[in-house]
């Protein structure tokens, strides 16, 4: 299980965010926090069913419910928020890719806003990323597949202070309340324009190559199994999930 487990110097980066495993409070204490992500990162890479979990990281059930709990305070988006911290804001890449839905992510807390869509070729969730001038990643927006990629790029941009930076994206995010949000920010929109444009803006298209940084984001994501495919009948597990899987890349990767 090595492979799955965190490292002591990973460890260290991640235990100053989480919250005290003493609480003052009678009662058994707390089970151990790095057996328990370790475990959260298990299910994440393996794409396995909670039961599955190996029992070198405890009761499948007591993993489960602490990742509910991150899941619900937020642990896990300060979590990454922390190891992002740092990030090469001059350059930001922002796109979006299609996970499939599995069928067993369909019912449970189903509502009109779930971020599934239908097309043709089943249901499918959008995951809109961006990732700063080192291809790591900085925030992300879940949505159904069917919504065009340019409907929630404002959204997205709106998480993020982008003044002074470079903001990336293919011909998709070219409307013009995008490229006017991005200019009221103080940054500048690297976005090459439609071909039937009749006023076609400059692009720097040196600078446009490193747009290439966020698939190959997708791609690092994508080897974690939970992520590839979505078992999660929750926006909020699945968008738990994606941040797990930012803070195996974070910790690796850097």
């Known amino acids: 299980m090595k492979r799955y487990e965190l490292t002591k110097e990973q460890w260290e980066r991640v235990k100053a965010v989480l919250p005290p495993e003493r609480t003052g409070k009678r009662g058994r204490p707390r089970k151990d926090d790095r057996k328990m992500l370790s475990g959260m990162l298990w299910i994440a890479r393996s794409g396995a069913q909670w039961r599955e979990l190996p029992e070198v990281y405890g009761p499948w059930q007591s993993v489960y419910a602490r990742f509910a709990k991150w899941r619900d305070d937020g642990t896990l988006e300060v979590i990454f928020h922390a190891l992002s911290a740092d990030a090469d804001m001059e350059n930001l890449s922002l796109d979006s890719t299609c996970i499939k839905v599995h069928e067993s992510a369909n ?11 239908r097309t043709r070729g089943g ?7 961006i990732v700063d001038g080192l291809g790591n990643p900085v925030e992300f927006v879940l949505s159904a597949e069917n919504d065009h ?6 959204e997205l941009l709106e998480k993020v202070e982008i003044s002074g930076s470079n903001v990336l994206a293919d ?3 070219g409307a013009k309340a995008i490229r006017a949000y991005i200019a009221e920010q103080g940054a500048r929109y690297v976005i090459p324009p439609q071909s039937n444009i009749s006023e076609p803006w400059p692009v720097d298209w040196w600078l446009y190559k490193e747009r290439h940084l966020v698939e190959c984001f997708f791609q690092k994501l994508k080897w974690l199994r939970r992520i590839a495919t979505r078992y999660d ?3 909020a597990s699945f968008l738990a999930f994606v ?3 930012a803070i195996a890349i974070l910790l690796i990767y850097l």
């Open 243 to 245: 941040y797990l899987a």
């Open 123 to 129: 249901l499918n969730t959008n995951l809109h990323t």
């Open 107 to 117: 019912g449970g807390g189903k509502t009109a806003n779930k971020a599934v869509g």
């Open 149 to 154: 990629d340019s409907v929630h790029a404002v």
């Open 171 to 173: 011909r998709a995010y």
């Open 233 to 235: 009948k929750l926006d």
